[in-house]
């Protein structure tokens, strides 16, 4: 078993619409999750990290952790097309010395006008 | 502005000649990476620093190396480059460990 598992999608939906983005994981181990947004020919950026359970708001997105489930998501609500891009759910393991990320595949999403 | 910058953006070299991609950043961060992004395998770090001259290797360092000589710099050496190392590789830096990272722009190899 992977990881950390992220469907590839794509995704595509009408400017406007909600946008639900999801990772599972099956490591426990992992405790800081993050979400990185990587348009086309560019680098990831950083959208949101959280450490703990629960729901994370900023501004149109809500990060969102289910620790008990091994589950995170990504809501975005009132989606745009500027928010067309690849979401990577990125998460860190370890401790000290030996921590590392660990990186979900992507999902492409398209948000059409 | 605080960035990460890579150069070269693209390069198209031949096997077995060596190269070397190069990594600088402004911010002061101890903690440097490097990754590479295949189709279906997405982002698989290659080598990492967590201060000058303390370097480690990733998932993926076969046939990589690295240097961490000045904190703002950390160059990835291929001494001789193969085909399978054709990919698009990343540079990021964070604060002190592996988690707000900040990404470079990107640089397409191309190994003919």
């Known amino acids: 078993q992977k990881e950390v598992e992220q469907d590839p999608g794509p995704l595509s939906v009408p400017e406007g619409a909600i946008v639900s983005l999801n990772c599972t994981y099956s490591n426990s181990a992992f405790q800081y999750f993050m979400w990185y947004r990587q348009y086309s020919r560019k680098g990831p950026e950083l959208l949101m990290y959280?450490?703990?359970?629960g729901n994370k708001e900023d501004g149109r997105f809500t990060a969102q952790v289910d620790k008990s489930s091994k589950y995170i998501s990504l809501f975005i609500r009132d989606s745009q097309p500027s928010d067309s891009a690849t979401y990577l759910c990125v998460l860190r393991v370890g401790q000290g010395g030996s921590e590392k990320l660990v990186f979900g595949k992507g999902t492409k999403l398209t948000v059409n006008p | 502005e605080a960035q990460v910058t890579q150069n070269p953006r693209y390069l198209i070299t031949v096997t077995g000649k060596k190269l070397t991609v190069t990594c600088s950043q402004n911010m002061n961060h101890e903690y440097m990476s490097w990754y590479r992004q295949d189709p279906g395998l997405g982002l698989r770090q290659i080598y990492y620093s967590m201060n000058v001259e303390v370097t480690d290797k990733g998932d993926v360092p076969e046939g990589y190396k690295v240097s961490r000589k000045e904190k703002r710099n950390f160059p990835l050496i291929l001494e001789s480059p193969s085909p399978n190392q054709t990919s698009l590789y990343f540079c990021?830096?964070?604060?002190?460990?592996?988690?707000?990272?900040?990404f470079g722009q990107g640089t397409r190899l191309t190994v003919v």
């Open positions: 959280t450490y703990s359970s």
């Open positions: 990021a830096s964070s604060f002190r460990r592996p988690a707000e990272a900040f």
